[in-house]
């Protein structure tokens, strides 16, 4: 008989145990969803305007072989999808290979404020625009020394 009512109440807390849970995730799951809309970004390219510092970390690829890069540059975004380098060294294994100062390219900005960035016979780039075009996270692409493969990744933010 004890074995019984022990599995009958052993039934009934599992049960109840079940139904709190259920409504638990219920309620969280509703308010979660019943909350207002998140901010849609509206970004474009005349947000990026001024001068950037930049800087960044990765790796270039030297015949099968990644030698550890870094850089830090000045970028001047002219807010109508053109860039330029006004001055900067990229730190290859050690060596100033890339003197940046007078490269120039484009760049994209899309609404959801991700875009890209190309250097005019040079590496591509990965760009998200953050906090009103006052900082940018850049991610390399392709291209750049050695076999033109390699990664990098960094920021670049507005200097007042």
């Known amino acids: 008989m004890k074995t019984k009512l022990t599995k009958i109440i052993m039934s009934?807390?599992?049960?109840?145990?079940?139904?709190?849970?259920?409504?638990?995730?219920?309620?969280?799951?509703?308010?979660?969803?019943?909350?207002?809309?998140?901010?849609?970004?509206?970004?474009?390219?005349?947000?990026?305007?001024g001068l950037y510092l930049w800087t960044f970390e990765g790796y270039q690829n030297f015949g099968g072989n990644p030698v550890p890069k870094d850089s830090v540059q000045g970028i001047q975004f002219n807010g109508n999808e053109t860039?330029?380098?006004?001055?900067?060294?990229?730190?290859?294994?050690?060596?100033?290979?890339?003197?940046?100062?007078?490269?120039?390219?484009?760049y994209t900005v899309n609404a959801d404020c991700t875009g890209s960035m190309q250097v005019t016979d040079g590496p591509s780039f990965y760009v998200y625009v953050g906090s009103d075009g006052k900082q940018l996270t850049i991610m390399q692409t392709g291209g750049g020394p050695g076999d033109g493969s390699g990664l990098a990744l960094g920021t670049a933010t507005r200097l007042p």
């Open 12 to 49: 009934s807390l599992a049960v109840v145990c079940a139904s709190v849970c259920l409504v638990a995730a219920m309620a969280l799951g509703t308010s979660a969803t019943a909350g207002p809309a998140p901010d849609v970004p509206n970004c474009n390219h005349t947000m990026l305007h």
């Open 83 to 106: 860039f330029s380098i006004a001055f900067g060294k990229v730190n290859i294994g050690g060596f100033i290979l890339i003197d940046g100062g007078g490269a120039v390219g484009t």
